[in-house]
């Protein structure tokens, strides 16, 4: 058996700190709150008993009584991993939960008389009195938490320590009586709410499916704020993902993690997320890792994205278009590399290709009945979107969607087909955008055709989702960024 104390690693101590501090804001937020609402009930009940008249109040308890929070610390120090902690910090969170359940059914009134403190003892009680706040008595959550540790603690330790730790929480259990907190029946609750929460929750939390679920979830949740810092829309997709998520969260999971996933590899080939090397050696690497198992650069990146390309893979039966989507994106930086310039067929098949993958993925984690392929004009739309939106970005990453005979045009008139701004300050340019602009109002028009004859089928309402975000940008965004296009006749408008 390993030593009981020790020094987690430094990026071990960082995870069960945010636990740690997670919880700590949790049980703040239920047991406050409910401390709150319970202070606008007119009474509660008496669950005092004779024999609790005899129990003196011995304010030195006090310092018993706040030791619960150093007991509570010391699991930074015995469970030195997260998969360690969090059986432990998931129990006295569902306890938090339904003791805050019980002080709203079943509000208690003390039956202590009024206690007043002075001298040596008065700062360390009125401390004690205050982690209690008011009205939360049964069960006592003081108690339940020092059970539970005392209880996971003893699964590490040795005779000698386990003994100290029943002791410690026997000894807090007590002081909620010597300082007049609780009452027997407080206790016993609180006792009986600890044995039965641990039974229950840390067998099912140390599962390894259960753990590696919980790995998967924080991974994405840290790659979607990072995201969301670059870009807001980001933040706007994560939201709507985890809200599309609320009752069906199993179901959803591989939403999100594909989302991730896509977009780490997209970021990095852009160059938006800084790998070590060249950006087309670490996809090739993730793409070993996946599809034969064969080992990789241990890196933040790698690490991650097989994490979330495995558990993505697992959820799907279009496996082999994952894989195709990210040989597809692939090529987008081999140009950027090469220095190429496509001619406008070999464009639009690199878009429609890209979108028609990434589009029937989406479909597919949807459990959708209609294909990307049942609406051709919308995904020539969305290339043209992406295409225009990220224009000047893409243009100084090196990545050009302009092509190769418009950008001839464009020098041979003194310009830099290569700048965003050299290239619309050129004729050519700008007759470019103009074509283009006009040709997605002819997407759009069919598509919204396209989209009718498919009503009523399930996934329909997402290529209306995204229909309606190109009509936007078409409409509203692109013309504030390009005022030029406010003058261009549209054609057939429906």
Avoid at 53 to 76: C, E, K, N, R, T
Avoid at 151 to 156: D, G, V
Avoid at 288 to 313: C, I, N, S, Y
Wanted: charge should be neutral; aromatic fraction near 10%; glycine fraction near 6%.
């Amino acid at each position: 058996m390993s030593a009981l104390f020790g020094w987690p690693a430094s990026g071990e101590l960082k995870r069960t700190s945010a636990m740690a501090c997670g919880f700590a804001l949790f049980f703040l937020a239920v047991y406050g709150g409910a401390s709150w609402v319970t202070g606008f009930y007119p009474g509660g009940l008496r669950v005092d008993l004779p024999v609790e008249q005899h129990i003196p109040f011995v304010p030195g308890w006090a310092a018993v009584y706040v030791s619960m929070d150093v007991l509570l610390l010391l699991s930074l120090f015995i469970f030195r991993t997260w998969r360690q902690m969090l059986p432990f910090a998931l129990a006295l969170c569902a306890e938090t939960v339904l003791g805050a359940l019980c002080f709203l059914v079943l509000p208690v009134e003390v039956a202590w008389p009024p206690r007043a403190v002075t001298g040596v003892w008065a700062s360390v009680f009125q401390a004690a009195d205050t982690m209690n706040l008011e009205r939360n008595y049964l069960p006592s959550l003081h108690v339940a938490f020092a059970c539970t540790a005392a209880l996971a603690y003893r699964e590490r330790s040795g005779p000698v320590a386990s003994t100290l730790f029943t002791l410690w929480a026997l000894a807090i259990a007590a002081s909620t009586l010597l300082i007049h907190e609780h009452h027997l029946v407080d206790v016993f609750a609180g006792a009986l709410l600890a044995w039965g929460t641990w039974r229950v929750v840390a067998p099912r939390v140390r599962r390894e499916s259960f753990l590696e679920a919980v790995r998967v979830e924080a991974l994405c949740a840290r790659e979607m704020y990072r995201f969301a810092r670059r870009h807001p829309r980001y933040g706007l997709i994560a939201l709507v993902l985890y809200q599309q998520s609320i009752g069906r969260w199993s179901k959803a999971r591989r939403a999100r993690v594909g989302f991730c996933f896509l977009q780490m590899v997209d970021d990095v080939l852009d160059g938006d997320r800084p790998v070590e090397g060249e950006p087309l050696d670490a996809i090739d690497a993730l793409l070993r890792t996946l599809e034969t198992g064969a080992p990789g650069p241990a890196t933040e990146f790698h690490d991650t994205a097989v994490a979330l390309g495995r558990a993505l893979l697992a959820e799907l039966t279009a496996r082999e278009q994952v894989f195709e989507l990210v040989r597809t994106m692939r090529k987008d930086r081999e140009r950027v590399r090469d220095g190429r310039w496509w001619d406008a067929e070999t464009l639009q098949a690199q878009l429609g290709n890209t979108f028609r993958l990434s589009v029937g993925l989406m479909l597919n984690v949807a459990d959708a009945r209609v294909r990307a392929e049942d609406a051709p004009s919308l995904l020539a739309a969305l290339g043209w979107c992406s295409v225009m939106r990220d224009l000047r970005e893409d243009l100084a990453q090196g990545l050009f969607n302009v092509p190769k005979d418009v950008a001839e045009e464009v020098r041979a008139q003194g310009h830099d087909p290569a700048d965003f701004d050299s290239l619309l300050a050129a004729e050519a340019g700008r007759a470019w955008v103009r074509a283009e602009y006009q040709r997605a109002r002819a997407l759009l028009d069919r598509s919204a055709k396209e989209l009718a004859l498919q009503d009523g089928r399930p996934g329909v309402a997402l290529l209306r989702l995204f229909h309606r975000s190109v009509e936007s940008f078409w409409a509203r965004k692109l013309p504030r960024r390009m005022p030029f296009l406010r003058e261009v006749p549209a054609l057939g408008i429906s």
